[in-house]
C-alpha cells in the first residue's frame, strides 16, 4: 500500500567528486546509477544543514531578523537561524545557541515545529525548525557580540497573523520564514497538537558529505 512519506533510498553511486569548494558549501558531481532508467549525472550543493527557530512570545508575537541576502539582493526578514557546523553539537544545542547569538534572547520550551529540504533536487540542505515558548531576554552580561555580517542585523517582535498577511501579499520571500509561519499557525489552530519533542529523531541527517 502507497504511504504519503518521502522514502529513503539512495540510488547508487559509481563516481563522486567535488566541482567546487566553497566557504560554506561545497559542488559535488555524482553519476547515479538508476537501475534500468540508466545513468545520470547530477551536480548539487553539498550543504551541512541547518537549524531555524520560530520564537514565539505570549502575546503571540514572532521574532525575526533582517538579513542581507546577497544572491537575491535584498535584506530578507527570517527566523533566527544558523549551520549545522560545529562538529558533535546537536541540533537543539545548535538552535539554543542561535536564538542567543542572533537575537539575544533565551527559551524554556522547545518543540520540533517542522524539518524540510529546502531544495531537493540541487542541495543537499535540510532544515529544522524549532517552536521555542517561555521567551526571555538574555542577561545583560549574556549577550554575544554580533560581528562581520550579523553586525548590522535588525530584529523585531512581528503579530503572528501579520506575518502571514505579509507572506501572502509577496512581501517575504524567505523560505523558512514561510515554511515555519504556516507550521507555526497550523500547530497554533490545532492546539499545539502537530508539534514534536525537541529531541525527536530527524530521519534526514544532512551533511557536507
Given at each position: 500500500m502507497t504511504s504519503l512519506a518521502d522514502l529513503p533510498g539512495r540510488r547508487p553511486v559509481s563516481a563522486t567528486?567535488?566541482?567546487?569548494?566553497?566557504?560554506?558549501?561545497?559542488?559535488?558531481t555524482d553519476v547515479v546509477e538508476l537501475g534500468d532508467s540508466g545513468t545520470v549525472t547530477r551536480d548539487y550543493v553539498a550543504h551541512t544543514g541547518a537549524v531555524a527557530i520560530m520564537a514565539l512570545s505570549d502575546n503571540d508575537e514572532v521574532y525575526l531578523v533582517r538579513q542581507y541576502r546577497h544572491p537575491v539582493?535584498?535584506?530578507?526578514?527570517?527566523?533566527?537561524?544558523?549551520?549545522?557546523?560545529?562538529?558533535g553539537?546537536?541540533?537543539?544545542?545548535?538552535a539554543k545557541r542561535e536564538l542567543w547569538e542572533e537575537a539575544d534572547l533565551r527559551a524554556?520550551?522547545?518543540?520540533?515545529?517542522?524539518?524540510?529540504?529546502?531544495?531537493?533536487g540541487g542541495s543537499s540542505e535540510g532544515i529544522r525548525i524549532y517552536l521555542a515558548r517561555e521567551v526571555h531576554e538574555?542577561?545583560?552580561d549574556d549577550r554575544h557580540e554580533r560581528r562581520d555580517e550579523e553586525r548590522d542585523m535588525i530584529g523585531h517582535w512581528w503579530n503572528r497573523e501579520e506575518?502571514?498577511?505579509?507572506?501572502?501579499?509577496?512581501?517575504?520571500?524567505?523560505?523558512?520564514?514561510?515554511?515555519g509561519s504556516f507550521?507555526?499557525?497550523?500547530?497554533?489552530?490545532?492546539?499545539?497538537?502537530?508539534?514534536?519533542?525537541?529531541?525527536?529523531?530527524?530521519?534526514?541527517?544532512?551533511g557536507r558529505h
Open positions: 567528486g567535488v566541482s567546487f569548494t566553497g566557504r560554506v558549501w561545497d559542488i559535488k539582493g535584498r535584506e530578507v526578514w527570517e527566523p533566527p537561524a544558523g549551520l549545522l557546523d560545529e562538529d553539537e546537536h541540533p537543539l544545542d545548535a524554556d520550551r522547545w518543540d520540533v515545529l517542522v524539518d524540510y529540504v529546502t531544495s531537493p538574555a542577561d545583560p506575518i502571514l498577511t505579509a507572506i501572502m501579499a509577496g512581501q517575504l520571500w524567505g523560505p523558512t520564514t514561510i515554511v507550521a507555526l499557525d497550523a500547530a497554533w489552530r490545532g492546539d499545539w497538537a502537530t508539534l514534536r519533542p525537541a529531541d525527536a529523531p530527524w530521519d534526514y541527517v544532512p
